[in-house]
């Protein structure tokens, strides 16, 4: 099933990319298997992510731990903490 | 219950009247405005930009007004965000919460920015005087501030 991948602030800046649409792999489960298999993707893909426990994300718009499964998600994000207000 | 996300500027008085308009249930408003810090010396800053994630960013927001609105009895809350390129001294975020006491109202406006700042998905870059831009890290004192809400009040499941 092809997936929406998303990226904000300076993950977007290091991947070069604010959005892609991906077909995930059979063994990609979770979203800290989906940042793995990302990583394995190119250069920017493994800076953008070298420090993945400081990156969040959200699965179809809501946040999610790294555990969080991603069978059924339309949409990932992947994004710094957030700093608005 | 009124969430905005928006590139135009707002006017806190012309806000609370249309908020307002028609109660006779209010007894209490409060409003907190955040504003671009200019700083000063090497921390000087002559922009900020405000990125954001669309579609997630309201329902973030509609979700922690929610909250508050199980919390305490409010008549009336409004959250207005301002994104894209902003001056220091400019409006950056507006909270109103209305309520016919003024505790509920002063503890709703405190819960909503606490959470807002940790949980409404949002990014500030700074340009800098020397034509530096940098990303605003995340402060560990913000994610303390949302964390007593926990302690003070449970969220009901």
Redesign the interface.
Do not use: C, Q, S
């Given at each position: 099933m092809p997936v929406k991948i998303?990226y904000?602030?300076?993950v977007r800046e290091k991947t070069g990319k604010a959005e892609e649409i991906l077909d995930l792999p059979a063994h990609v489960t979770t979203v800290a298997e989906l940042m793995v298999w990302l990583k394995s993707r190119g250069p920017e893909y493994a800076e953008a992510f070298v420090r993945e426990d400081v990156i969040r994300v959200?699965v179809d718009?809501?946040?999610v731990k790294s555990t969080a499964a991603v069978a059924g998600a339309r949409e990932i994000?992947f994004?710094?903490?957030?700093?608005?207000? | 219950m009124v969430v905005r996300v928006e590139r135009e500027d707002f006017d806190v008085g012309v806000e609370v009247a249309r908020l307002t308009a028609g109660h006779t249930d209010i007894g209490a408003i409060v409003t907190f405005s955040?504003t671009v810090r200019g700083g000063s010396g090497t921390d000087a800053i002559t922009a900020m930009t405000?990125?954001?994630?669309p579609?997630?960013t309201e329902?973030?927001l509609a979700r922690v007004e929610a909250e508050a609105v199980k919390r305490w009895p409010l008549q009336a809350s409004l959250i207005v965000?301002r994104i894209g390129t902003l001056k220091p001294g400019d409006n950056?975020?507006l909270v109103v919460t209305a309520s016919a006491h003024r505790q509920a109202a002063f503890a709703a406006a405190e819960f909503l920015?606490d959470y807002?700042?940790?949980?409404?998905?949002?990014?500030?870059?700074e340009m800098r005087g020397d034509g530096q831009a940098r990303?605003?890290?995340?402060r560990e004192y913000?994610r303390e501030a949302a964390g007593r809400w926990e302690e003070v009040l449970p969220p009901r499941s």
């Open positions: 998303l904000f602030a300076w959200a718009r809501n946040h994000a994004f710094p903490p957030v700093t608005g207000g | 955040g405000l990125e954001h994630y579609g997630m329902a973030e965000h950056i975020v920015m807002l700042k940790t949980r409404a998905p949002f990014w500030k870059k990303w605003v890290a995340a913000d």
